[in-house]
């Protein structure tokens, strides 16, 4: 079976949630033969990375790609009168369209797998009659309706209404692609029925379709236990810094909880790992009295986690599953996030995770983890057990080939 695959960034190196995701859904794919055609936006400095991908995929093209605030601004205008999300605005570039109609008629293609939602735009409508088109697999990382309908419920008053509507014209299209996509795949079981609401606002008379939920996993014959350092003040936190949700949980944590911690336990540091830091965390950082640091993007992270005693998720708007909890599970690292943070995944709160919601009782949670080695050693052993058991990547993609094979048996390929 040949598929076109879309990805919206390049999936390699996996140092991030969706590139995580991606990367073994491709390595997946290839090692149980499939033939794949990959095309992916790309940023100048994953150019070096090309030659990593195409070490599984038969086929690579990319499409630069290149951001700025002038041309988000006018994105966003153009997506008023539109009525297209902010997001597919964006990434509608004809060089995309272009490539893909061309891989198309050029190609036997079984099926396009648009990763994250705005590939899906590229293979919606296909330039090709609808008895010939290949079947269309949307792979949705996120019910992205619900993350934005949550950052408006945290948000400044003047931000409310953009987000609104911004949150109305991302249901619309999400419902409008269930509808039109064969097959989708939701990673949480509150996403499937996000993305099926969203169908049944834009269409109350449509067949409800199958989503199936694939969580997302990791590759634990990688990633090993870290042994952490003997008495450890460090609590660890990292994510992708630019974007907004993972910066709006930790700039809560921040400025409502790291300072409880603080007030009982004054030697407690926070370090912040993570792609393009906001000025306001590098301003904290460059106080040598406030025990914060970032240093921003490591290629390792092993030796961060082994300097501390404590990883912390804290999430107050997102959709989809925290890869961080899980790596940070198969690392054997004791975690506390919160009710947001741990939608999706499979632990017990007490046994195999922390989780806690107001200031007060996040920072509890992370003195006592500080201060009890034993609960710390507990959680540590359930986490990596759990993410061995339940979120492995050979583990969790066997349900790939049930879903293709079902493709091919309804006559789509």
């Not at 939602?117 to 949705?140: C, G, I, S, Y």
Request: with cysteine; glycine share 6%.
């Amino acid at each position: 079976m040949h598929i076109l695959f879309l990805t919206q960034i390049l999936p390699y190196p996996p140092v991030s949630g969706p590139k995580v995701k991606t990367w073994h859904v491709l390595r997946y794919l290839a090692e149980h033969g499939y033939k794949i055609t990959l095309a992916s936006f790309i940023r100048s400095e994953e150019t070096p990375y090309i030659e990593d991908v195409k070490m599984i995929c038969d086929t690579v093209y990319t499409v630069p790609v290149h951001r700025s605030r002038i041309m988000d601004g006018y994105y966003l205008l153009r997506s008023q009168f539109t009525g297209r999300p902010f997001l597919v605005e964006r990434d509608d570039l004809s060089e995309m369209r272009d490539l893909v109609r061309k891989v198309i008629s050029s190609n036997s293609i079984d099926v396009v797998h648009a990763d994250q939602l705005t590939m899906t735009q590229f293979a919606f409508p296909l330039p090709v009659p609808e008895h010939k088109r290949p079947a269309l697999v949307f792979d949705a990382h996120n019910a992205v309706w619900t993350i934005t309908e949550r950052m408006k419920q945290n948000a400044a008053p003047f931000l409310q209404l953009p987000l609104a509507l911004e949150t109305k014209r991302i249901r619309n299209y999400e419902g409008k692609i269930v509808k039109y996509f064969d097959a989708t795949l939701a990673v949480t079981e509150p996403d499937r029925m996000a993305l099926l609401g969203a169908l049944r606002l834009q269409d109350r008379g449509a067949e409800i379709p199958t989503i199936s939920v694939i969580p997302i996993a990791v590759d634990t014959t990688k990633i090993k236990p870290v042994q952490p350092a003997h008495d450890s003040f460090n609590i660890l936190t990292m994510g992708t810094l630019y974007y907004p949700p993972n910066a709006d949980g930790i700039r809560w944590f921040i400025q409502q909880v790291f300072p409880i911690v603080r007030k009982k336990l004054p030697q407690a540091t926070l370090t912040i790992v993570g792609k393009n830091p906001p000025k306001d965390f590098l301003n904290l950082a460059a106080n040598k009295d406030s025990g914060i640091v970032a240093p921003g993007f490591v290629p390792e992270l092993d030796p961060y986690f082994a300097r501390s005693a404590v990883t912390v998720v804290p999430v107050r708007a997102g959709g989809g599953m925290r890869v961080r909890i899980l790596e940070a599970f198969a690392r054997a690292a004791p975690v506390v996030t919160t009710t947001v943070g741990l939608e999706g995944i499979d632990a017990s709160p007490g046994e195999d995770v922390l989780v806690a919601d107001s200031p007060e009782e996040f920072a509890a949670s992370v003195i006592d983890l500080i201060e009890q080695k034993d609960l710390r050693q507990q959680l540590s052993k359930n986490g990596r057990r759990l993410v061995e058991k339940k979120y492995d990547w050979q583990v969790v993609l066997g349900r790939l080939d049930e879903i293709y094979s079902g493709l091919t048996r309804n006559g789509k390929t």
